[in-house]
């Protein structure tokens, strides 16, 4: 696939974006709203302890799926998704920070890989894994797996939307295997994918592939956030 050159640019854009937008809010994770006046910069610490610019786990993780999709030449073949699993299991070992539901996914499926006498854990010990811890734990949700989202849509941009909502499912549920967390990372995908084709954002765009219960739960729930985004614009603005 050929791409002009703001389209190159919008390629770049959603990879330094992604980067730099984790690193600006390491330092204020699960800290209270700020106010609109409050200045934010790279000020680092954070649950890791980050260093100012430092990124966070998610980018640590979108990296190893951009690799992996790059070496298989954009196939999410079982090369590149065991790929995925064994490099997230190296990092996880010495990283800073690591989502509580990864971390745990990820610790059952070297135990697995172990007791079968295996160096590393792979694709099935990963989804084994993340579907035992929710039938133990009765949740699996969280943003976990959608803040590693941006590579897919990026090697999925010559793919059909389907294509790119499957695989978006696929690379979620290696570590969370809630079909809503599924969900979302397949519509922030495509949402994604549009963006870089076309210059416009529409997080709408996917929901044409669920059924029509569940695009109208989440339509629903754009709806709220938009409208308690444009509350809060409003009352800051007065």
């Not at 994770?29 to 990124?55: C, N, R």
């Not at 010990?125 to 929710?134: C, K, R, S, Y």
């Not at 949700?141 to 897919?152: D, E, F, Q, V, W």
């Not at 570590?175 to 949402?191: G, N, Q, V, Y």
């Given at each position: 696939?050929?791409?002009?050159?703001?389209?190159?640019?919008?390629?770049?854009?959603?990879?330094?974006?992604?980067?730099?937008?984790?690193?600006l809010?390491?330092?204020?994770?699960?800290?209270?709203?700020?106010?609109?006046d409050?200045?934010?910069?790279?000020?680092?610490?954070?649950?890791?302890d980050?260093?100012?610019?430092?990124?966070?786990?998610?980018?640590?993780?979108?990296?190893?799926?951009?690799?992996?999709?790059?070496?298989?030449?954009?196939q999410?073949?079982?090369?590149?998704?065991?790929?995925?699993?064994?490099?997230?299991?190296?990092?996880?070992?010495?990283?800073?920070?690591?989502?509580?539901?990864?971390?745990?996914?990820?610790?059952?499926?070297?135990?697995?890989?172990?007791?079968?006498?295996?160096?590393?854990?792979?694709?099935?010990?990963?989804?084994?894994?993340?579907?035992?811890?929710?039938?133990?734990?009765?949740?699996?949700?969280?943003?976990?797996?959608?803040?590693?989202t941006?590579?897919?849509?990026?090697?999925?941009?010559?793919?059909?939307?389907?294509?790119?909502?499957?695989?978006a499912?696929?690379?979620?549920?290696?570590?969370?295997?809630?079909?809503?967390a599924?969900?979302?990372?397949?519509?922030?995908?495509?949402?994604?994918?549009?963006?870089?084709?076309?210059?416009?954002?529409?997080?709408?765009?996917?929901?044409?592939?669920?059924?029509?219960?569940?695009?109208?739960?989440?339509?629903r729930?754009?709806?709220?956030?938009?409208?308690?985004a444009?509350?809060?614009?409003?009352?800051?603005?007065?």
């Amino acid at each position: 696939m050929k791409f002009s050159s703001d389209m190159k640019d919008r390629i770049c854009g959603v990879l330094t974006g992604m980067a730099a937008g984790d690193a600006l809010g390491a330092g204020y994770e699960f800290g209270p709203p700020l106010p609109a006046d409050k200045p934010v910069a790279m000020i680092g610490g954070g649950l890791g302890d980050f260093a100012p610019g430092e990124w966070t786990d998610d980018t640590s993780m979108a990296i190893v799926i951009a690799r992996a999709l790059a070496n298989s030449g954009g196939q999410l073949d079982a090369g590149a998704s065991d790929y995925m699993v064994r490099q997230w299991a190296i990092w996880a070992k010495d990283a800073p920070d690591v989502g509580t539901q990864t971390r745990a996914v990820l610790g059952a499926a070297e135990q697995t890989a172990r007791a079968n006498k295996r160096d590393a854990p792979n694709t099935q010990d990963a989804v084994a894994a993340a579907t035992a811890i929710h039938r133990q734990t009765g949740r699996s949700g969280g943003n976990g797996s959608l803040m590693r989202t941006a590579p897919i849509a990026l090697a999925y941009l010559d793919r059909t939307p389907d294509e790119t909502y499957q695989a978006a499912v696929e690379i979620s549920k290696l570590t969370h295997f809630d079909d809503e967390a599924a969900e979302a990372c397949a519509l922030w995908t495509l949402a994604v994918r549009h963006a870089v084709l076309s210059a416009e954002l529409d997080i709408r765009v996917g929901l044409p592939l669920l059924n029509p219960e569940r695009a109208l739960a989440w339509e629903r729930r754009i709806q709220q956030a938009e409208e308690k985004a444009h509350a809060i614009s409003h009352i800051t603005a007065g």
